[in-house]
């Protein structure tokens, strides 16, 4: 009980300085350790980074050593932005076209309306004073495809004028004008042929006035109730006949006595 109970003396002030110490070197130990393990890594991934510089610039290197090592005069070759020839244009064919013909005429849908036929005149061949001139009026629709209609003198009137002159009407002459039916068409004109012998007309169509001079004149057509159509025409000078003169024929008896004297 006495060993017990006696109080424990005092450690000398050499065994704390070494404890202490010796926790202080595991303390500095274990941050040794620690700052170690830190760095390496770090020079790891720095080491790779170098390493991957130095693999690009050997894939570059590689990839510039072919044209360092091209000769000098040697030139790469381009592709060609065009082709060596043009292509073959499409020959035209040579087999003949199916003649298709005619297109078929329209057909008529009814009886023509005056006003919807537009009456046309002309001059057939060169037109001399003095004598007969004929003309051809061309009957055609404005807006009817095909219809008919009776060409006469009650349902067209033609018109001479020279100015405010009136020389011929076949409302004075309703005889040349021939009572026809035709089909009046758009697209085809129909023709009426009418004909006037040079003469001035009066109420009675006597043959007995007097004949029209070479010039210039104006014939209206129009069917009764629509626009007439106004067309010049000249009147021109006849041609004088050509009288050739025949040789005298010497008869058998005067060479006779001709030859006796």
């Known amino acids: 009980m006495t060993d017990v109970s006696r109080a424990r003396r005092p450690l000398p002030d050499r065994v704390y300085w070494v404890r202490r110490l010796v926790v202080l070197g595991v303390a500095l130990g274990l941050v040794f350790g620690i700052a170690q393990l830190l760095g390496t890594g770090g020079d790891t991934g720095m080491a790779g980074g170098r390493d991957s510089d130095q693999t690009g610039s050997v894939v570059t290197q590689q990839q510039r050593q072919p044209e360092a090592s091209r000769p000098a005069g040697t030139q790469t070759a381009k592709p060609d932005r065009e082709p060596d020839r043009k292509p073959d244009k499409p020959r035209p064919s040579t087999k003949p076209k199916k003649d298709r013909g005619p297109k078929p005429l329209a057909e008529p849908s009814g009886p023509c309306d005056n006003e919807d036929v537009v009456v046309t005149p002309r001059v057939v061949g ?17 807006e009817t495809p095909a219809c008919t209609w009776t060409a006469s003198s009650t349902s067209l009137v033609v018109k001479l ?14 005889d040349v004008v021939v009572s ?3 089909v009046v068409r758009k697209r085809v004109p129909a023709t009426v042929d009418l004909a006037w012998r ?4 009066d109420a009675d169509c006597s043959n007995t006035t007097e004949w029209v001079e070479a010039g210039w004149y104006h014939i209206e057509a129009a069917a009764y109730g629509a626009e007439p159509t106004d067309v010049q025409f000249e009147l021109e000078d006849p041609v004088p006949a050509t009288i050739t003169a025949k040789p005298e024929h010497t008869s058998q008896k005067q060479k006779g006595a001709s030859r006796q004297d």
Do not use: K, M, N
């Open 126 to 142: 060169t037109a001399y004073a003095g004598g007969l001139v004929r003309f051809e009026l061309d009957l055609t629709t404005v």
């Open 161 to 174: 004028t020279s100015g405010d002159d009136r020389i011929w009407s076949s409302q004075d002459c309703p």
């Open 180 to 182: 026809e039916p035709v």
């Open 198 to 201: 040079g003469q001035r007309s």
